[in-house]
């Protein structure tokens, strides 16, 4: 990375800035966030935000309130390109997401501190957390056989694997995307990319990898009971409804990705991408390894984008498989218990899109679509006339919530936060925070978790007020606000915590 000193940010309004790249020969970057948020962008996360600004083939880059610095370009981000596709904004977990799974069961029914851990323990028994861990690590989890990961990656939710594994096929009309294809846009060269990439030494253990299936992993992953509170406003009553929101009733929200699957498809992409810089003795963007890229049409660039696919696809039916073992899970204890999908929304993907009249490669690196009602890309699908949700995770204790774009979201490529943002290092949390009140912050608000101790670097003073990062995208006239979600438990990766 650079070490040149980044341009200051000016101030445009509220909520708004720009950060001038020098020499003046590019658009400045569009920066989301009030003064209180433009504080926490420390400086490495601003040298990454013009190391991406200044890359080969990037028109335009967003830095939106919860951007922290991250892998190569900063998470938090938005890049635009025609012409050339960058690995690092879309990052290691491969369509890391969020999903929203809405319960008819009302919130006086989870108050009981048992029936919460009735709760956790039917969950825990079907979905794994932590690294490496799959179905045969749980008793209760859905085997998913070899031949079945196949479909998954090059299908996604397509109504024959949503079938197998026992998916309710309305859910996939509830995705962002519930299919991807390959860089031509057709399925067969996605088939066509997986046996290539079964016969690379790097996925070897690829039906390991598919009993990742229906799991969280660790890190910032998690799965969260709520209580969904709609805003008191005639407007997002009429969204609500849309959305399939119950006021006062139990939902569930989760967070996570593509697991190892997608990870040892991003890490293979950065070394083969890496070694032709080496080959063709080209620089970096500044100097920074993780910002390596490929121009589209490139056999680089099609490798690339099929292998995204793959592990998007993963992603997608991973979502959607936690979605149906957590509906289980409720039914184990409140039988005859219905839940439906609100969405399935990434923020770690690169997507073809329109921005400013011309077709582009908008890459989100913990970043999220924000599209308004009206907008084409929504026509034919439930979201039409209100604009899709948008699932923004906050902390469980300040609680997370759900908005909807507003017309002003043009200004930033259609895209806002994913949630909160980082505001301390893991390591610093880890360091800094003490682990007694970290526990004891969780039991004043009444917030169980299956964790014996809740992990440090997730606690909740490890990442920026929520509040005022929502106030930010409200302020931008970016997006409002729809409904909060107010955590009743948590299910985390606790091991590093617990031993």
């Not at 970043?367 to 604009?387: D, N, S, V």
Request: with cysteine; aromatic share 6%; glycine share 10%.
């Amino acid at each position: 990375m650079s070490n040149s000193q980044p341009p200051q940010l000016i101030p445009t309004g509220e909520a708004t800035a720009i950060l001038p790249v020098a020499g003046g020969k590019h658009k400045p970057i569009t920066v989301i966030g009030t003064e209180a948020i433009r504080a926490t962008f420390d400086p490495g996360c601003l040298q990454q935000a013009v190391n991406t600004r200044t890359a080969p083939g990037v028109s335009q880059v967003v830095l939106n309130p919860d951007a922290h610095i991250g892998y190569g370009a900063p998470v938090g981000c938005v890049m635009a390109s025609p012409s050339h596709i960058y690995p690092g904004p879309v990052g290691v977990d491969i369509k890391c997401s969020m999903s929203l799974l809405q319960l008819d069961i009302p919130a006086d029914a989870v108050a009981e501190r048992k029936t919460r851990r009735a709760l956790i323990d039917a969950i825990c028994a079907r979905t794994p957390t932590g690294a490496g861990k799959g179905q045969r690590d749980v008793p209760k989890a859905r085997a998913v056989s070899p031949a079945q990961g196949r479909r998954v990656a090059a299908e996604g939710a397509s109504a024959g694997v949503c079938a197998e594994l026992g998916i309710p096929i309305a859910w996939a009309d509830r995705c962002e995307d519930a299919v991807h294809t390959g860089h031509d846009g057709t399925g067969e060269a996605l088939a066509e990319r997986l046996e290539v990439v079964l016969r690379s030494p790097g996925m070897k253990k690829f039906d390991e990898k598919m009993r990742q299936l229906g799991s969280y992993g660790g890190g910032n992953h998690f799965g969260e009971c709520e209580v969904v509170r709609v805003a008191d406003t005639r407007q997002a009553r009429d969204t609500a409804r849309v959305f399939g929101l119950r006021d006062g009733q139990v939902a569930f929200l989760s967070h996570c990705g593509s697991r190892g699957f997608g990870h040892n498809l991003a890490m293979g992409q950065f070394r083969a991408m890496q070694q032709k810089f080496a080959e063709w003795r080209i620089p970096f963007p500044g100097d920074d390894k993780e910002l390596c890229y490929a121009p589209l049409g490139s056999p680089e660039a099609n490798d690339y984008l099929d292998d995204m696919a793959l592990g998007a696809n993963f992603a997608t039916v991973n979502h959607l498989l936690i979605n149906a073992l957590v509906l289980e899970a409720f039914q184990e204890v409140f039988p005859g218990a219905h839940g439906s999908l609100v969405y399935f929304i990434s923020h770690n993907i690169a997507r073809q899109e329109t921005v400013e009249n011309k077709t582009m490669w908008v890459m989100r690196k913990g970043a999220t679509r924000a599209f308004p009602g009206g907008h084409p890309a929504l026509a034919r699908t439930p979201f039409a006339q209100t604009g899709h949700p948008i699932l923004l995770p906050g902390d469980p204790q300040r609680g997370s919530a759900v908005m909807v774009a507003e017309a002003g979201a043009k200004l930033s490529c259609y895209s806002v936060n994913h949630g909160a943002g980082r505001i301390m290092a893991r390591r610093r949390a880890m360091r800094e925070l003490d682990q007694a009140a970290v526990n004891r912050s969780f039991a004043t608000q009444d917030i169980l978790t299956n964790c014996r101790n809740y992990p440090k670097d997730e606690a909740p003073d490890a990442y920026k007020d929520f509040n005022e990062v929502l106030r930010s995208v409200k302020l931008a006239g970016l997006a409002s606000e729809v409904a909060r979600l107010k955590a009743r438990f948590v299910i985390k990766d606790a091991s590093a915590a617990d031993d």
